[in-house]
């Protein structure tokens, strides 16, 4: 059993714990684990059936001997308690963006929702407006999101923090290998959330990068293998792309693989005007019928009358025209940052209401 299902597991027995109303600090108990069992660069299954998953920072000798009950017998005893009192259908609404496990127990408490159909159902009548602690705005984010879900664009996904993590770990493995790396896709342009990971590299020899490639810690299983590339999954469950390219053509391949899908739209639909056409391999020009490979992704977008656009930006909203008249943003860094506010409520496990800290 993978990473990720193990994780699956804890991360449900949060939901439901915190569905049920217990303590704060046994559902973040949970979150810790689940945390903990997902990011482990080394398999899980591996260490519990040697008797060591409690040497995982927040897996303790509980947490252990439930992991060992799920390998064993394909569930876990307190999760199945927990499902027979709970609807089902609870925790398959806390998948949904921005309804967390306490905003579902008001719509079951409020309204009687009790599974996907019957959210739709009210956001269609307009009732989630009136449920205290939600309004007009909560529901329109709702019906998005129910929109995004039956589109297929909400599974399947990976928090930034847990896919830049594992990412990084990638990209550090190959760079004795490679003479460049670098992550691509959505991690690189740091969205919330990520399907796979995007890498691309650029080597004198292919068959070596590949093999380390596939002698990865975290590197479960490799899927597909040649000398463009591989394709694997991680421990954690997540899908891995190895991207290869000659050296000259690594910021053409780079840029591409990065995306997003609408910005490269936007910017080839840019590079047909000016008679040239854009794709990973590099810029065509129709009129002299040349190919310009470029080792950079500043040289591509200099070649196409713009300045470098940073990955955070390349969403296609309005970052091409800000690159061409040279007035993109400049981001906020690390060093920018002067300090850290963060404070809880008695909402969770702190000791005063907001109203009592802004008073303060």
């Known amino acids: 059993m993978r990473n990720g299902e193990i994780a699956d597991h804890f991360d449900e027995i949060a939901v439901l714990y915190e569905l049920d109303g217990a303590i704060v600090h046994r559902v973040v108990a949970y979150r810790n684990a689940a945390k903990a069992i997902r990011e482990a660069g080394v398999s899980v299954e591996e260490l519990a059936r040697a008797g060591r998953a409690a040497e995982l920072a927040g897996v303790g000798k509980t947490i252990a001997e439930k992991i060992d009950a799920l390998l064993e017998g394909g569930t876990i005893p307190s999760a199945d308690k ?43 009548a307009g009732r989630l407006a009136d449920v205290p602690g939600f309004g007009p705005k909560a ?17 399947g996904r990976y928090i930034l923090s847990t896919a830049l993590a594992v990412g990084e770990e990638i990209v550090e493995g190959l760079r004795p290998h490679a003479t460049r790396v670098d992550l691509a896709g959505s991690a690189r342009r740091r969205a919330d959330s990520c399907k796979d990971l995007d890498v ?35 421990h954690s469950g997540l899908p891995v792309d190895l991207r290869v390219v000659p050296e000259e053509a690594f ?55 713009m300045r470098w656009v940073p990955p955070e930006l390349r969403e296609n909203r309005g970052e091409l025209a800000a690159a061409r008249e040279g007035r993109l943003p400049e981001l906020v860094e690390l060093g920018d940052i002067r300090g850290d506010l963060h404070m809880h409520t008695v909402a969770s496990d702190g000791k005063n209401t907001i109203e009592e800290m802004a008073e303060a």
Do not use: C, M, W
């Open 82 to 124: 927990l499902k027979a009192k709970i609807p089902a259908g609870l925790v398959e609404i806390t998948r949904i963006p921005g309804l967390g496990a306490k905003r579902v127990r008001i719509l079951h408490d409020q309204l009687g929702v009790a599974s996907i159909d019957d959210l739709r159902t009210a956001v269609e």
């Open 200 to 234: 691309v590299a650029a080597t004198a020899d292919a068959a070596a990068l590949a093999q380390a490639f596939a002698g990865l810690d975290v590197i479960d299983e490799v899927l597909s293998s040649g000398p463009a590339g591989a394709r694997a999954v991680t």
């Open 139 to 155: 529901e329109e984010n709702v019906r998005a999101a129910l929109a995004a879900d039956d589109a297929g664009e909400g599974g």
């Open 251 to 305: 910021g053409n391949l780079l840029q591409h693989f990065t995306g997003s899908g609408r910005h490269n739209e936007a910017l080839r639909t840019e590079a047909v005007r000016r008679g040239l056409h854009v794709s990973e391999y590099g810029i065509a020009d129709d009129e002299s019928g040349q190919t310009h490979a470029f080792t950079t992704e500043e040289e591509v977008y200099e070649h196409l009358g």
